[in-house]
């Protein structure tokens, strides 16, 4: 099943000419810069806002059809939509707001209160009124009246936005767990890139009312459009691996990527489990020579499939190289060399390297196997 949006909006002098078909269930993060649409676009999904022109489609559901004179009234689309600033009913406790969405749900119910309860950490709040609240709780809330409205779609409009980098921090594995254990479609809406790295299994790419490109995150990564949009310091390779287990002298975990393995500092994992890990284009060395007597731990030997020039504008030999390295089982790395080195090292497409990075300078988050059994999804039914 799949997510179809093909939609036109004009906007006094801004024109939204949006189309993308992204893959469900996961999280489809729509991620761009401020201006460009985002919002616009998952309104018109929700029903909020008519297009110009357009169809929008959830698997065989069409929502919208401009041609055909389709549309689907927001409240009958059976979508939940988190906004910014949560929204709640400050007249009422946590219970009775949670309470108002089970009152109105459409559908059979798939997400209990009890489940819903207990992935959100909501059971303390209960009784609590949205004032005593603070700015992550009140997300939460809002996340789990969304959820027993039971929605076949949830739309999360950048709602991390308001918050500190504390409060981010405490609701980011919420939303985690959301994704891992519901099969529900997701689209998240964010300009912040290290929330998209954590939660998104498909990024849509926006820039200026249009689609720049679009695709899973892997492939995105490396993406010249995205390397554009999140700056020099946040570029690099973000890679599926899978825990091996525990390395039994350092005590960091080992992860498969590729056809190399890596060590990381991260939270005890069973073996077998997934991982997400960045390693980010700054902190990665190349060698043209099998590395020794170095500190770091970690190297990944892999093949130079493309050097491109790193966008910083620096002429001559101070301006720097982005170099494409295969590691193996259809992962690729990124390292930033000097143009100096490249020249030294005689790097070019085809030539054996070595990438080393350190471990400290390693981020992993914990991901669901694609082969993994998700719950009962809206489509499937079943209460969880």
């Known amino acids: 099943m799949s997510l179809k949006v093909a939609v036109g909006k004009r906007l006094g002098s801004f024109l939204l000419d949006v189309e993308f078909d992204a893959p469900t269930p996961g999280i489809v993060a729509l991620f761009g810069p401020s201006g460009c649409g985002k919002s616009t676009t998952i309104n018109i999904i929700a ?3 008519v297009p110009d022109h357009g169809a929008i489609s959830l698997g065989d559901d069409v929502l919208l059809d401009t041609r055909r004179k389709i549309a689907i009234a927001a409240e009958r689309r059976g979508i939940g939509y988190v906004f910014q600033d949560a929204r709640l009913f400050p007249h009422l406790n946590v219970a009775a707001n949670l ?3 089970q009152r109105r749900a459409r559908r059979a119910p798939y997400v209990s209160l009890e489940r819903v ?7 303390p709040l209960l009784s609590r009124r949205v004032h005593r ?3 992550g709780e009140r997300q939460r809330v809002a996340i789990g009246r969304a959820l027993l409205s039971q929605p076949r779609l949830l739309l999360l409009d950048e709602p991390l936005a308001a918050l500190d980098r504390d409060r981010r921090e405490e609701v980011l594995p919420y939303l985690e767990a959301l994704r891992d254990q519901l099969s529900i479609p997701m689209i998240y809406v964010s300009h912040q890139f290290d929330e998209v790295l954590r939660l998104a299994t498909h990024i849509v790419l926006m820039q200026a009312g249009k689609v720049a490109a679009e695709g899973g995150i892997t492939q995105m990564s490396l993406d010249s459009k995205l390397r554009a949009l999140i700056g020099p310091d946040a570029v690099g390779a973000v890679i599926d691996g899978t825990v091996i287990g525990e390395d039994a002298a350092s005590g960091l975990t080992r992860v498969q990527v590729g056809n190399g393995e890596l060590k990381i500092e ?5 073996a077998g489990a997934r991982m997400r890990v960045q390693l980010l284009a700054r902190d990665v060395i190349v060698s043209t020579r099998m590395p020794q007597y170095l500190s770091v731990r970690n190297n990944l030997q892999g093949v130079v499939t493309a050097i491109d020039d790193d966008g910083t504008g620096k002429a001559g030999d101070i301006g720097s190289d982005l170099v494409s390295i295969d590691i193996g089982a259809g992962a690729s790395i990124l390292g930033r060399v ?3 080195a490249t020249r030294e090292l005689e790097l070019a497409v085809g030539a054996r390297v070595w990438a080393l990075v350190k471990a400290v300078s ?3 988050h914990s991901f669901p196997a694609p082969s993994s059994p998700l719950a009962p999804s809206p489509e499937r039914g079943g209460a969880i």
Request: aromatic letters at 4%; zero cysteines; proline letters at 0%.
């Open 99 to 101: 309470s108002y969405a």
């Open 338 to 340: 000097t143009r100096a």
């Open 47 to 49: 029903g909020l806002l």
């Open 362 to 364: 390693l981020r992993g």
């Open 133 to 135: 609240l603070s700015g």
């Open 117 to 123: 309860l207990a992935m959100l950490d909501l059971a």
């Open 266 to 270: 991260a939270a005890q994992l069973v």
